[in-house]
């Protein structure tokens, strides 16, 4: 039972947002939700909030293991929940749902509620300690889950966040149930504590559930990569190709086509943090994340709120990144327009192709094996980066000043002494052309 009751439209400086539901996104109201909810005693129940009458329910919710005997002419029980500070209130009932309560980080109680078949109950089991996992990655990678129950239920069609809750339809691989499990608790920080409006800025909740969600898969996978998000910069490369972006200020109703709204949202929202760590570095984007939600907790966050935060941390100017990532189709799009050889030096011929600006971070390799970076600051920025490469020695060169779309620099060594110079070599720079970014000798 989701969007089950006539929900109060929220006022806010922008004034009244009486968006009609159309299954899609949307904003709600922070409140103490009360819920009674009375059914034939048969069904196990789940969802948000805290049962206050554990003893007289029975199914698995009782304290310190006390039995409970129904009388027997009953036929119906009524379910007391109380959900503080949530701006929704869901719930799922089976009569065949099995029910574990384990417990987690900062003593809160997972519970897993699922249909009773071998081989879910098999992944189901396997998926109880990795959730546990999961929640310490998010509170120490955003901030501490602040509530006391969770319950992972199965039902639905797929995956779907509330409040305390999640609903994810649970019946495939465990790979699957992870991935959707950890995706759909991330929501927990982003939309129902940092409660941004999903309607305008579908981005903002689907996009950094999804960074946080794939940074920890990776966490825990056997097999960890370096770059957790390169599957989101193709998917993104492949919309801009498709002709069929809409900008991400789009009403998350108003787009023409799902595949552009999910990539606009999903995808193009995480590449919003994960080129952010590109473009302020790896450590800066960790503590502002951690301030955003402290910041922010309980509250309807904007976009410029989260800028603000890495401003705030980092003290760069960010307000063009927020501008041209977020309202508007301007793409990136840097090159190596040349190498010369220039005496016993070479000078290098870079090329701004795109509209969007960025600092520029390049590697060069040469043929004895031995390695330089060389990093371009921004100027608009007003920001020098720590070297993402401290074992390489870094030159910082002049600024790059927007509004000249060429920029050289000298290397100080012979062009032959030159095998490969790559522009970002982290792949976290969402350059639409990556066949000009790399000059091999």
């Given at each position: ?66 039995k409970v005997n ?196 999903y995808v193009k ?21 951690k301030r955003y ?149």
């Open positions: 039972m989701t969007q089950w009751y006539p929900k109060m439209a929220e006022f806010d400086f922008e004034g009244w947002h009486a968006d009609p539901y159309i299954a899609r996104e949307f904003h709600g109201v922070w409140g103490d939700f009360d819920v009674n909810i009375t059914i034939d005693k048969e069904y196990t129940l789940g969802g948000s909030g805290y049962l206050q009458n554990p003893n007289e329910i029975g199914h698995g919710y009782e304290d310190d293991g006390v129904y009388p027997k002419k009953m036929k119906m029980l009524t379910w007391h929940f109380i959900a503080p500070m949530v701006h929704d209130f869901a719930w799922a009932a089976d009569k065949n749902y099995m029910h574990d309560i384990v417990k987690g980080p900062n003593d809160v109680d997972l519970h897993f509620l699922y249909k009773n078949y071998p081989k879910t109950i098999e992944n189901w089991k396997k998926l109880e300690p990795m959730m546990v996992n999961v929640m310490d990655f998010f509170n120490k990678n955003i901030g501490n889950y602040p509530y006391k129950q969770y319950s992972f239920i199965q039902g639905g069609d797929g995956g779907m966040e509330y409040a305390m809750s999640t609903l994810i339809l649970g019946n495939g691989t465990l790979e699957g149930i992870f991935g959707t499990a950890t995706h759909e608790l991330g929501h927990s920080w982003f939309q129902h504590v940092l409660a941004s409006n999903e309607s305008k800025h579908p981005w903002m909740d689907e996009g950094f559930t999804s960074y946080i969600s794939d940074l920890a898969e990776n966490e825990f996978s056997d097999k960890k990569v370096t770059n957790p998000f390169e599957g989101n910069y193709k998917a993104y490369y492949n919309l801009v190709n498709s002709g069929k972006e809409q900008p991400q200020t789009t009403h998350g109703d108003r787009y023409e086509e799902n595949r552009p709204y999910s990539i606009s949202s929202g995480s590449i919003f943090l994960s080129q952010l760590r590109y473009v302020i570095g790896e450590e800066k984007l960790a503590e502002t994340i939600y402290n910041d922010f907790k309980f509250k309807h966050p904007t976009p410029n709120d989260i800028k603000r935060s890495a401003e705030r941390v980092s003290g760069a100017n960010l307000d063009w990144y927020l501008v041209d990532w977020t309202q508007t189709l301007n793409t990136i799009d840097y090159g190596i327009k040349a190498v010369t050889e220039n005496g016993d030096q070479t000078t290098v011929s870079l090329e701004r192709i795109g509209r969007m600006p960025m600092p520029i971070d390049l590697l060069v390799e040469y043929t004895d094996g031995t390695m330089e970076s060389f990093y371009l600051p921004l100027r608009m920025m007003s920001y020098e980066k720590e070297n993402p490469y401290p074992a390489i020695k870094r030159t910082v060169l002049s600024d790059w000043a927007w509004a000249a779309s060429n920029y050289d620099f000298t290397i100080a060594k012979a062009k032959r002494t030159i095998k490969k110079i790559s522009i970002d070599p982290s792949g976290l720079m969402a350059d639409v052309n990556q066949a000009n970014n790399v000059y091999r000798n």
